[in-house]
C-alpha cells in the first residue's frame, strides 16, 4: 500500500509535510484549507486543492491525512476522517486532554484505521544523543537529566496566543520535550511530577514552564522553556557518576566531561577563591577534568514516514503509540495540577 497523504491545514506545519513526506516515498494526494491566501499558494506549489476538509475526506484517492489545523480541531477531524476510512495521523499534540484521545483512538479503532501522532523530535539529534548515552551507560548512574529550550523571540503568533484554540507552549513544544523524556526511559515510571508555569508577556497562554519528573530509576529530570530568556543554556545536560555530558544547542556541539584523576580525597586546607573561602568548590586542579566528543548518532526527521509505511505495510510495529501519546497528556494534566495548587502531584 503507497500512503497517498491529504493534508488537511496548509500554514506552516502543512506545507513542510507537503515538501518533506515525498522523501519517504509519500504521495500527496491532495491539500486542504479554508484561507484563500493558502489555497493560493497550494495551487501554485502544484498540488490539488480542496477549500474544505469534509472535500479532501471524500477523494478516494486519499487514504492518510495529516491533521495540520489548530490543536482545538484534532479530535473533531480526527473522528471525520476515521470514518471516511482514512488513515489517520495527527500533529502534536494529538489532543486537547487524554479524554479526547480516548475519544479519538475509539473511532479509530471502530473505523479499523490506523491512528497515531506526528512527534518528529523523536528523531532529533541532540535528544538522541543524550538517550544513547543513557542506554548504554555512558555517564555511569546518571541522577539527573536537564532540558532546556530558550528564546529571546518573545510573543507567539497567530492561534497559539489564545486558549480558545489549544495556544502556549505546554501545548506547542511541551509535548514534545516531555514526550522527549519519557521515550528516553521508557521502562522508568514517573513517581511525582511538578510544575511551574507563568505568563510572562501572554495574558492567555503560558510562554514559560518548568516541569520536574522524579522517576524511579533515580534519574529528576528537569524540563524548562520559555520564550523570553536573552541568554540561552545548555539545550541538554545529563549528569552521572561517571561523567557529565552537556548538549549545547541544536547544532550537537557539546562534549563528555570526566574527572582525569580520580578526586578520592579533598585537599586538607580551605583554599581562598573568587567565592571565598572553600575546600568542596575550589578550582579543579590541572588535568583533573578531561573532554571526550559525544557519541554519533544518524536521524532524519522523515523516518517518521518510513515507519507509517512500514506499520500500513504490516512490515512494523508503530514507533509512536497512542498508549504512550496518552501517558504524555497526562503529564501535560499533571503539570496544569501541579501549577495550580502549587503541589507535586504522585504519578505512576
Not at 555517564?139 to 537529566?145: P, Q
Not at 566531561?257 to 568548590?281: D, N, V
Not at 575550589?282 to 578531561?290: C, M, S
Request: hydrophobic share 40%; glycine share 8%; net charge negative.
Amino acid at each position: 500500500m503507497k500512503i497517498k497523504l491529504g493534508v488537511i491545514g496548509f500554514g506552516g506545519m502543512g506545507k513542510w509535510h507537503a515538501l518533506n513526506a515525498p522523501r519517504a516515498g509519500v504521495e500527496i494526494a491532495a491539500v486542504c484549507d479554508i484561507a484563500q491566501e493558502k489555497q493560493k499558494e497550494a495551487i501554485e506549489m502544484g498540488y490539488k486543492l480542496y477549500q474544505t476538509a469534509d472535500e479532501l475526506l471524500a477523494d478516494p484517492e486519499v487514504n492518510t491525512v495529516i491533521l495540520t489545523v489548530p490543536n482545538y480541531l484534532h479530535k473533531e477531524m480526527c473522528i471525520k476522517a476515521a470514518e471516511a476510512g482514512k488513515n489517520v495521523i495527527t500533529e502534536k499534540p494529538a489532543a486537547m486532554n487524554v479524554q479526547e484521545l480516548d475519544e479519538m483512538e475509539a473511532a479509530c479503532r471502530k473505523a479499523g484505521v490506523f491512528f497515531t501522532s506526528h512527534q518528529d523530535r523523536r528523531w532529533d539529534k541532540d535528544m538522541l544523543i543524550v538517550k544513547k548515552a543513557y542506554e548504554e551507560g555512558m555517564l555511569g548512574n546518571i541522577f539527573t537529566i536537564e532540558s532546556k529550550l530558550h528564546s529571546g523571540n518573545g510573543y507567539m503568533h497567530e492561534w497559539h496566543i489564545y486558549k480558545k484554540f489549544g495556544g502556549g507552549m505546554i501545548y506547542d513544544w511541551g509535548v514534545h520535550l516531555i514526550d522527549q523524556i519519557l521515550f528516553m526511559m521508557p521502562d522508568a515510571k514517573i513517581k511525582s511530577v511538578y510544575a511551574d508555569i507563568k505568563n510572562v508577556l501572554h495574558e492567555e497562554v503560558d510562554d514559560y514552564f518548568k516541569i520536574i519528573l522524579k522517576m524511579d530509576n533515580g534519574v529528576t529530570a528537569h524540563i524548562e522553556l520559555s520564550t523570553y530568556i536573552l541568554e540561552y543554556q545548555p539545550r541538554w545536560l545529563a549528569a552521572g557518576d561517571k561523567g557529565t555530558l552537556i548538549v549545547k544547542t541544536f547544532g550537537c556541539d557539546g562534549n563528555i566531561y570526566r574527572t582525569g584523576k580520580l578526586l578520592e580525597k579533598l585537599p586538607p586546607q580551605i583554599t581562598e577563591t573568587e567565592a571565598g573561602p572553600t575546600r568542596q568548590f575550589a578550582p579543579v586542579p590541572p588535568g583533573g577534568i578531561v573532554t571526550e566528543p559525544l557519541p554519533e548518532v544518524q536521524t532524519d526527521w522523515v523516518d517518521f514516514y518510513r515507519n507509517v509505511d512500514d506499520v500500513l505495510n504490516g512490515r512494523a510495529e508503530s514507533k509512536i503509540k497512542i498508549p504512550e501519546v496518552r501517558r504524555v497528556l497526562s503529564v501535560m494534566e499533571a503539570a496544569w495540577k501541579s501549577a495550580e495548587t502549587g503541589e507535586a502531584v504522585l504519578f505512576e
